[in-house]
């Protein structure tokens, strides 16, 4: 693929099957023509009678800063989570399976052993260092909408990852943005009625971090899909 600054973009194809967690950046910002471009093919993204229910807010420079800061230090004093919405305490079953999968990936590729706790701390904490990356978004709703209407939004992170996709920007959808909500919400002046449903870090993939390495595998299709004639 060519470099964005020339203005070509991949085939949606390719964009689905290359879109993958990007856990470390080089230290080079998006343009602003490039992020208005990926924003405004985000905004064609489909949801319930057009309403649209996505409410984004991206730190870049400064705001990203104060951002990454108040994260560390929120883990750092050991303050408790105070997620807008519910997240299940942990997966069962077949979903489990995976979950543990993509854990083991994720550590082989950095090298990580389960017994090294303190490295496993380490690499933990990297979320809220938003991996390195020069931008973050934080992906918000109403805070009284029903899950039917996360739906909508969830449709929108992926059209908009997708369009980072297609403009040669790494990214890596965080549900540990969730975490201290109050922290962006702080930066942006947004009010209570707005919850942090997660985050993406986002910017220029550095391809020398061995996080960066990791594949997961997807399920076949009769894993999760039914056909019926």
């Known amino acids: ?126 979320n809220f260092e938003l991996f390195g990356a020069p931008h973050v978004a934080f992906i918000c709703m109403e805070t009284h909408f029903p899950t039917t209407v996360a739906v909508d939004v969830g449709m929108y992170a992926q059209t908009l990852m997708l369009a980072m996709t297609a403009n040669g920007i790494g990214c890596c959808a965080q549900g540990s943005m969730r975490t201290y909500p109050d922290v962006a919400r702080a930066e942006f002046g947004f009010g209570e009625n707005l919850g942090v449903l997660f985050g993406i870090s986002f910017g220029y993939e550095d391809p020398d971090v061995p996080a960066n390495a990791t594949r997961t595998v997807r399920n076949s299709l009769d894993g999760n899909v039914t056909f019926s004639e």
């Open 1 to 126: 693929m060519k470099g964005v600054e020339e203005g070509v973009q991949m085939g949606v194809g390719d964009c689905i099957q290359s879109r993958r967690s990007v856990r470390g950046f080089l230290d080079k910002p998006v343009p602003p023509e490039i992020l208005e471009r990926v924003f405004t093919l985000a905004q064609q993204a489909p949801s319930n009678c057009n309403v649209q229910p996505w409410k984004v807010f991206v730190a870049s420079g400064a705001a990203r800063e104060r951002i990454r800061d108040g994260l560390l230090r929120n883990v750092a004093e050991g303050v408790e989570p105070n997620s807008d919405f519910d997240y299940p305490p942990r997966f069962e079953g077949e979903y489990r399976k995976l979950q543990i999968e993509c854990a083991v990936a994720l550590y082989s590729s950095m090298n990580i052993s389960k017994e090294d706790h303190e490295a496993r701390a380490r690499a933990a904490l990297r």
